[in-house]
RNA sequence: GGGAGCUUAGCUCAGUUGGUUCAGAGCACCUGCCUUACAAGCAGGGGGUCACUGGUUCGAGUCCAGUAGUUCCCACCA
């Protein structure tokens, strides 16, 4: 029979034919019933993603998790979905049309939408249909998308009824701002690095004295044009003869005032600092306590503005280098020294980011994250591992307001009307309601949708995805639910770190205001995927493999092994091919042992001493690698969990069990014995099926013969009587000795065909007796005695406090000393070898 | 600048409340094997002063302090 299967398991045909049998029989579904929900939703990637590295192993971890619950006898549901993505999505189309000559602000908000959608419908999704290849076991019937209709109506919805809450407000404000994608974008989304520039002293002439200058350091000379003030520190006392004087905008001759702050270091630089209120934060707060003009000297796009009336147009840092030339040879340069500074990057498309003065939309965030610390803090919801929860406490006592707008045109458009012959606004969930409102608002009975203008921005991604745990079942637009009140709160979140703060720990806001609980129970998060050289996977560097060409190579259960394999939770994975190299190694080890118990002929007659020594302590090892097993579950230890079955089916199973149940050549396996096999290999199937669901499956139904519409997949783990911890023991000291007197075979060159003669000298004889049939097994003994004394002229190997001999007979004496006179001219060897080094200068 | 964490075998990591499951696992490495399940394999083996220094204790990878290195988070001085 063995000889139809091949020698080595090949999974594509199969994982597609399992995945195609789960789906057609709806296997993931889950509909509330009177099972316990055990619930995690999908983190959605986003709508235009394709599958990376950190995909696969956020989602392998997930799959692993609902999995196990599933055969747990939970109602198991994970919802998938996909996330509209504001910024990135935007980018690509912008990129697209731009390929094709097209520019967004030439096709204006409507056809840019209409191309935005088509592009959503041609590559939105893909994502989705690549997680089936990994194994993902979804309810797909749950799909949902950020931006879907109900979706989007419960996101206006939040952000009208938090504006009517005074909780959203709309102010000028200084935000970081992306010259690229020409958005505004929130703190979180700012990655400081330092980054190599200049430190320019730059000396003012102070107005109406010939030779009299004041110098500052900048390391953003263009910036010099916009300057309204030069500040100095009120007590210092080299710079008291310029209170009250006014100095000169190099290049310009613009006159600026010199005022005092107490906000300038004295120790910095010369002591004094240029004030740009549009361009600084910090400058913007001394504009406001000073009460300076601001001049805007940047375009949105990150050029110099007409406002400054010099280099217009031209790009920020073509200008840095060109005013630095410019104002040395009007004198104005004092020096140029290289200076280390911490620049901020946007996190979406790298480019600097600007400091710039807007009007924008708010949220406060003071009041609403307090119910979400206290969750966090109290452990009402787990972070996994625990040491998150100090950065968590620490973000959230020191949150700040959250800037909602985004001035792009793929996401919600944010719900303010604005009247177009006046000032005022109405925030309103809908067009017909803000013109209802804006008519009692403004008293104004006559208005109509024509006098209002929407606000042109959308709302930030995050004010979207926070609300994911509640709105894929409906709960803000269909409130109380029987799904809402069945599934939330849900248990497990599996993410990534870095977006404790974007995603988490907004969650838990939301959940707390609108649900009045917790979203999940426990937020695993799990680590980066970098390479071997610790660099962090990344499409510019090329060093991250195609996850897709990984599952055609090593099949999918041998990827999900190899990533979980080196993944502890908050730890970085350190990926490296040889990792799933190993993961498909095993599968082919399950595989081989497949074929060994498919190959044995079965005799119908009783099991014998040794057979049933084998069933039973291989039982008690399945219970306890299984008490094992959940332990680790219960804490999270994925990886740990995976080892343990790793082990119990390589090592236990397949290197001790099956020899032990090995028919000697020619001879049959006893029908008892045999049907005992299979039912612990069907056990060690259902403890791998959350990691390796493919090959599992596919073993399962070939061990026995299933009824359509079985599935390994929705069976139930069993539940074991506890291990026979004397069985365990006993064999451990069997299996020591074994051991000990194989290595004794190979280091005396004894071959295994010829049999020997063994004397146990033992204060507990009758312990071996009871399991030599095992002893003879893997020894290939003639006969076993039990010597009271020493046998004289044997070998002795000791293990433990019992002495086993070997008579000499066995040994030939003359190939023993020809290999220990080998092994001395070795050592003597490498001994020269080694002095003449020591002995070399 | 502030805060948190980490440092255990060549690599990646476990080591729960200090005391014979405490010095472990997987991989890598070495030796011998193509033994009719599997060379993507089998059998055996070597390897660590648990970063350093000091302290607490009868006893410390395990607790405390300091030092060095390293990672992350937050803030950011022009």
Redesign the pocket.
């Known amino acids: 029979m063995?000889s139809e299967l091949s020698?080595?398991?090949?999974p594509g045909e199969i994982e597609d034919k399992w995945y195609q049998a789960w789906e057609a029989a709806k296997v993931f579904k889950s509909v509330p019933d009177e099972r316990e929900p055990y619930t995690i939703v999908i983190p959605p990637p986003n709508v235009t993603g394709i599958l990376h590295m950190g995909h696969m192993l956020n989602n392998t971890l997930q799959d692993v998790i609902i999995r196990r619950k599933r055969m747990q006898g939970y109602n198991a549901c994970w919802v998938p979905g996909t996330d509209h993505a504001a910024i990135a999505t935007e980018a690509k189309v912008v990129r697209l049309l731009a390929e094709q000559g097209i520019k967004k602000s030439d096709i204006g908000r409507e056809k840019f939408l209409e191309h935005a959608y088509a592009w959503k419908e041609k590559y939105g999704g893909i994502i989705l249909q690549q997680l089936r290849k990994l194994g993902a076991s979804c309810d797909w019937d749950r799909t949902a998308f950020t931006m879907d209709p109900e979706y989007s109506e419960a996101v206006i919805g939040v952000f009208c009824d938090l504006y009517e809450k005074g909780h959203i407000y709309r102010g000028l404000r200084m935000v970081n701002w992306d010259p690229q994608a020409q958005t505004a974008v929130s703190?979180?989304e700012?990655?400081?690095?330092d980054t190599p520039g200049h430190?320019y002293h730059v000396r003012y002439q102070i107005e109406g004295l010939e030779n009299e200058y004041v110098t500052?350091?900048?390391?953003?000379p263009e910036t010099i044009l916009a300057d309204t003030a030069i500040?100095i520190?009120p007590e210092d006392e080299r710079y008291t003869h310029l209170h009250g004087k006014k100095a000169l905008v190099p290049l310009l001759n613009r006159p600026i005032p010199i005022i005092l702050d107490d906000?300038?270091?004295?120790?910095?630089?010369?002591?004094?600092?240029?004030v740009?209120p549009a361009h600084?934060?910090?400058?913007y707060e001394i504009g406001q306590r000073h009460d300076l003009p601001t001049i805007n000297g940047l375009n949105a796009d990150g050029t110099i503005s007409e406002e400054v009336g010099l280099y217009v147009g031209q790009d920020r840092f073509v200008v840095r280098k060109q005013i630095a030339k410019d104002l040395n040879a009007a004198g104005h340069l004092v020096k140029q020294e290289d200076?280390m500074?911490?620049v901020?990057y946007s996190e979406r498309t790298d480019a600097a980011i600007e400091p710039r003065l807007s009007l924008q939309w708010f949220l406060k965030m003071k009041e609403l994250s307090a119910p979400a610390l206290e969750a966090v803090v109290d452990g009402d919801v787990q972070l996994i591992?625990g040491?998150f929860i100090?950065?968590y406490k620490?973000?959230m006592e020191?949150v700040?307001d959250w800037c909602l707008s985004r001035q792009l045109w793929w996401g919600h458009q944010i719900p303010a009307y604005y009247l177009k012959d006046a000032d005022g606004y109405v925030v309103a969930p809908t067009p017909e309601a803000a013109v209802e409102k804006a008519r009692e608002k403004f008293k104004r009975p006559d208005l109509t949708l024509a006098d209002l203008h929407q606000d042109e921005d959308v709302l930030d991604t995050w004010a979207s995805s926070w609300l994911w745990p509640i709105n894929v079942f409906h709960g803000l637009t269909q409130p109380d639910n029987p799904e809402i009140s069945y599934y939330y709160p849900t248990q497990d979140l599996v993410t990534a770190?870095?977006i404790l703060?974007f995603w988490v720990a907004r969650m838990i806001i939301a959940g707390k205001e609108y649900m009045g609980e917790k979203p999940f129970s426990n937020v695993y998060l799990t680590?980066i995927v970098r390479d071997?050289q610790?660099r962090k996977m990344s499409k510019s560097l090329g060093n991250s493999p195609d996850p897709l060409d990984l599952i055609a190579q090593?099949g999918a259960d041998?990827v999900r092994v190899g990533m979980l394999?080196?993944s502890?939770?908050?730890?970085?994975?350190?990926f490296?091919e040889?990792?799933v190299?190993?993961g498909?190694?095993?599968?082919?080890?399950i595989w081989?042992?497949?074929?060994?118990v498919k190959?044995w002929s079965v005799a119908d007659h009783p099991a014998n001493e040794r057979e049933k020594l084998a069933i039973a302590w291989m039982e008690a090892r399945l219970a306890e690698a299984s008490i094992e097993i959940e332990d680790h579950f219960s804490?999270f230890?994925i990886?740990?969990a995976l080892?343990s079955v790793?082990?119990l089916k390589?090592?236990d199973f397949?290197?001790?069990f099956?020899?032990m149940m090995?028919p000697p050549?020619g001879e049959a396996i006893s029908q008892e014995a045999y049907d005992g096999v299979i039912r612990l290999f069907e056990e060690t199937m259902k403890l791998l099926h959350a990691f390796m669901p493919f090959i599992t499956e596919e073993l399962w139904h070939g061990l026995k013969e299933r009824s359509a519409g079985e599935f390994l997949a929705v069976a139930q783990l069993s539940d074991l009587d506890k291990p026979n911890e004397t069985l365990l023991e006993d064999i451990a000291l069997i299996?020591e000795a074994?051991?000990?007197l194989?290595?004794f075979?190979?280091?005396k060159?004894i071959p295994?065909k010829e049999a020997i003669t063994l004397h146990i000298k033992s204060d507990n004889p009758g312990l071996f007796q009871q399991y030599e049939t095992l002893l003879a097994k893997f020894l290939n003994t003639e006969a076993i005695h039990y010597p009271a004394e020493k046998v004289e002229g044997a070998s002795s190997i000791r293990v433990q406090a019992h002495e086993f001999f070997i008579p000499l007979g066995a040994i030939d004496v003359e190939a023993e000393r020809e290999k220990l006179q080998k092994e001395i001219a070795y050592q003597e060897g490498f001994l020269i070898k080694v002095n003449k080094k020591l002995e070399n200068e």
């Open positions: 063995s020698k080595k398991y090949s703190d979180e700012v990655i400081h690095r430190l500052i350091a900048t390391t953003r500040a520190h906000y300038v270091d004295r120790e910095f630089g010369t002591g004094c600092l240029k740009t600084d934060t910090n400058d200076y500074h911490s901020g591992p040491k100090n950065t620490h973000w020191n700040r770190p870095e703060f680590g071997d610790r090593y041998g394999l080196a502890p939770a908050g730890n970085d994975l350190l490296k040889s990792l190299e190993q498909r190694n095993f599968a082919n080890k081989n042992a497949y074929r060994l190959g804490k230890r990886s740990d080892m790793y082990r390589w090592d397949c290197s001790w099956l020899e090995k050549y299996k074994i051991t000990a194989r290595a075979r190979t280091d060159q295994f």
